[in-house]
């Protein structure tokens, strides 16, 4: 398969594994509404905080969807998007990486891109997420009318790059509802018990021997397939469907036969296309729009429509599953997912994660935000998300645990950095969990409530004694350990001391 090298590539491959691990700290006085469900918006630089999110979230989100800055040699107010080309690509990189490793094995990713850096964006998109994965590329119509001082072209679509984690057989993307347009079509002019149908052409190419035959309509008139074509069906079959009233000859019974399609025979919802035209998702101007009326002060350069964003939604995931924007710029993907009834994560670096986000989530989840899909949907408000900073790293540069970090905190990455996996429940406790059979300990900041001058963090035997018990092999982690080899291997005991044995990135 073909890759991309650029300047400074080799240095953009390690970027994700020298990010180091940070903790996220809840800030109370951002986070508003309902905070049980989950969602979180976090504020910091994107590549941190997918870093930090591995150890919570590492193959369970469903749906990622990203806006990243296209490159484009303009000045954004809230971007810098006039990156030198290799920078670019060194900035996406690892943070494609960290994205991979967060989707789910059913899950899907869309970027939303421009022809500056589509082809480029493609071919370290089949490097990371593998070739035989990517799924198609979507027209997304974003501008009408064309901008007549281009010399050139005006460009008027953007493109979405959509990639599975897994593009196995059994992988598929949801179906559109059917438009009231198409709904429109399927009428029932006989009064056919069997509900509304629409009609379909009755021929077919090429030419089957057995196929054509002469057909008497009602009204007495003998009718031929055209010339090169044939009937769809054989002479004793066509007989069975008139016999069914499954062919229509028209009112009077003097056109060519046509096969009746039963709406309850077909597909509740259609697949979608890959020209999503702005009168079905919206465009550029209307997203500008959206934003005005929410009075959040200045608006962004290219905010997506929420038509948009849902139809990404629709398609990639179902009520409950997570979603994941890592650039979340104005907060779009999060407020589409509310309304959704999907849980997400955004990521966003600069104060407009307070001034803009904040403030815009707030307004939907008190049901004051009637703009985008709310009317659509008849989304009177609900929910809420908890807001995070990025906090200090878990470890310092020289490899210690940093002082306040909590047990927590230190459980969730040790956890990780034994099984690659998120932990599915947390409790205070020194036992983490099990995994393909083996349990994982941790005495850290006085876990078993000892006030001694180690805290309980000492593996002896009174230690020992109070752990949870596990019968079979255990690995635990501790300052240091006071049995001897003979009795570890007995107890079928890995003794691994922190801070040395756990990795720091």
Same mark, same amino acid.
């Given at each position: 398969?073909?890759?991309?090298?650029?300047?400074?590539?080799?240095?953009?491959?390690?970027?994700?594994?020298?990010?180091?691990?940070?903790?996220?700290?809840?800030?109370?006085?951002?986070? @508003?509404?309902?905070?049980?469900?989950?969602?979180?918006?976090?504020?910091?630089?994107?590549?941190?905080?997918?870093?930090?999110?591995?150890?919570?979230?590492?193959?369970?989100?469903?749906?990622?969807?990203?806006?990243?800055?296209?490159?484009? %040699?303009?000045?954004?107010?809230?971007?810098?998007?006039?990156?030198? /080309?290799?920078?670019? *690509?060194?900035?996406?990189?690892?943070?494609?990486?960290?994205? /991979? #490793?967060?989707?789910?094995?059913?899950?899907?990713?869309?970027?939303?891109?421009?022809?500056? #850096?589509?082809?480029?964006?493609?071919?370290?998109?089949?490097?990371? =997420?593998?070739?035989?994965?990517?799924?198609?590329?979507?027209?997304? &119509?974003?501008?009408?009318?064309?901008?007549? $001082?281009?010399?050139?072209?005006?460009?008027?679509?953007?493109?979405?790059?959509?990639?599975?984690?897994?593009?196995?057989?059994?992988?598929? *993307?949801?179906?559109?509802?059917?438009?009231?347009?198409?709904?429109?079509?399927?009428?029932?002019?006989?009064?056919?018990?069997?509900?509304?149908?629409?009609?379909?052409?009755?021929?077919?190419?090429? @030419?089957?021997?057995?196929?054509? =035959?002469?057909?008497?309509?009602?009204?007495?008139?003998?009718?031929?397939?055209?010339? %090169?074509?044939?009937?769809?069906?054989?002479?004793?079959?066509?007989?069975?469907?008139?016999?069914?009233?499954?062919?229509?000859?028209?009112?009077?019974?003097?056109?060519?036969?046509?096969?009746?399609? =039963?709406?309850?025979?077909?597909?509740?919802?259609?697949?979608?296309?890959?020209?999503?035209?702005?009168?079905?998702?919206?465009?550029?101007?209307?997203?500008?729009?959206?934003?005005?009326?929410?009075?959040?002060?200045?608006?962004?350069?290219?905010?997506?429509?929420?038509?948009?964003?849902?139809?990404?939604?629709?398609?990639?995931? &179902?009520?409950?599953?997570?979603?994941?924007?890592?650039?979340? %710029?104005?907060?779009?993907?999060?407020?589409?997912?509310?309304?959704?009834?999907?849980?997400?994560?955004?990521?966003?670096?600069?104060?407009?994660?307070?001034? /803009?986000?904040?403030?815009?989530?707030?307004?939907?989840?008190?049901?004051?935000?009637?703009?985008?899909?709310?009317?659509?949907?008849?989304?009177?408000?609900?929910?809420?998300?908890?807001?995070?900073? $990025?906090?200090?790293?878990?470890?310092?540069?020289?490899?210690?645990?940093?002082?306040?970090?909590?047990?927590?905190?230190?459980?969730?990455? @040790?956890?990780?950095?034994?099984?690659?996996?998120?932990?599915?429940?947390?409790?205070?406790?020194?036992?983490?969990?099990? /995994?393909? %059979?083996?349990?994982?300990?941790?005495?850290?900041?006085?876990?078993?409530?000892?006030?001694? @001058?180690?805290?309980?963090?000492?593996?002896?035997?009174?230690?020992? #004694?109070?752990?949870?018990?596990?019968?079979?092999?255990?690995?635990?982690?501790?300052?240091?350990?006071?049995?001897?080899?003979?009795?570890?291997?007995?107890?079928?005991?890995?003794?691994?001391?922190?801070?040395?044995?756990?990795?720091?990135?």
């Amino acid at each position: 398969m073909p890759i991309l090298d650029w300047l400074n590539k080799k240095e953009a491959l390690t970027t994700a594994d020298k990010t180091p691990y940070k903790v996220l700290v809840e800030n109370k006085e951002l986070s @508003v509404g309902d905070q049980t469900q989950g969602n979180m918006l976090i504020k910091g630089d994107n590549l941190e905080a997918l870093k930090a999110l591995l150890p919570y979230y590492k193959g369970r989100v469903k749906c990622i969807y990203i806006d990243p800055p296209y490159n484009t %040699g303009s000045a954004f107010d809230h971007y810098d998007d006039n990156l030198e /080309h290799s920078t670019w *690509l060194s900035m996406m990189y690892p943070r494609l990486e960290l994205l /991979h #490793e967060l989707l789910a094995e059913d899950g899907s990713i869309w970027i939303s891109i421009d022809s500056d #850096e589509k082809h480029y964006l493609k071919i370290i998109c089949d490097e990371i =997420f593998n070739r035989k994965n990517f799924i198609d590329e979507i027209i997304w &119509q974003r501008a009408f009318s064309p901008v007549n $001082l281009k010399k050139t072209l005006s460009r008027s679509h953007d493109t979405l790059l959509v990639y599975a984690k897994n593009f196995s057989a059994n992988f598929t *993307l949801n179906s559109l509802p059917r438009s009231n347009h198409q709904l429109e079509t399927y009428k029932n002019p006989d009064q056919d018990p069997r509900g509304p149908w629409t009609s379909a052409d009755c021929t077919v190419g090429p @030419v089957i021997k057995e196929k054509c =035959f002469p057909i008497i309509l009602p009204s007495g008139r003998i009718v031929y397939p055209p010339e %090169g074509r044939c009937w769809v069906y054989t002479k004793t079959r066509f007989e069975e469907m008139v016999k069914d009233g499954r062919i229509w000859f028209g009112k009077k019974g003097d056109n060519a036969p046509r096969v009746k399609k =039963f709406l309850a025979d077909v597909k509740q919802g259609v697949v979608s296309t890959t020209l999503w035209m702005r009168d079905e998702v919206g465009d550029s101007q209307e997203a500008k729009r959206e934003i005005k009326i929410l009075n959040l002060g200045t608006i962004f350069a290219t905010p997506k429509p929420e038509r948009l964003i849902e139809r990404v939604l629709i398609l990639a995931t &179902q009520p409950g599953d997570l979603v994941l924007d890592s650039f979340l %710029g104005s907060g779009t993907t999060a407020a589409v997912a509310q309304k959704m009834g999907r849980q997400y994560i955004g990521v966003e670096m600069g104060e407009h994660a307070i001034t /803009h986000c904040v403030p815009r989530m707030k307004k939907v989840i008190d049901g004051t935000d009637q703009g985008g899909i709310s009317k659509a949907l008849g989304w009177t408000g609900g929910g809420g998300f908890t807001f995070y900073d $990025l906090g200090q790293p878990i470890f310092d540069t020289t490899g210690n645990i940093n002082q306040g970090i909590s047990f927590k905190d230190l459980a969730f990455h @040790v956890w990780f950095s034994e099984t690659k996996t998120p932990m599915q429940s947390y409790q205070y406790s020194p036992l983490l969990g099990v /995994h393909q %059979g083996t349990a994982f300990y941790l005495l850290y900041n006085g876990v078993l409530g000892d006030k001694s @001058v180690n805290g309980g963090n000492v593996l002896t035997s009174k230690i020992l #004694e109070g752990l949870p018990p596990f019968d079979g092999p255990k690995v635990i982690y501790g300052e240091s350990c006071r049995l001897s080899p003979q009795r570890l291997k007995k107890e079928n005991i890995v003794f691994k001391q922190t801070p040395y044995a756990i990795p720091a990135r």
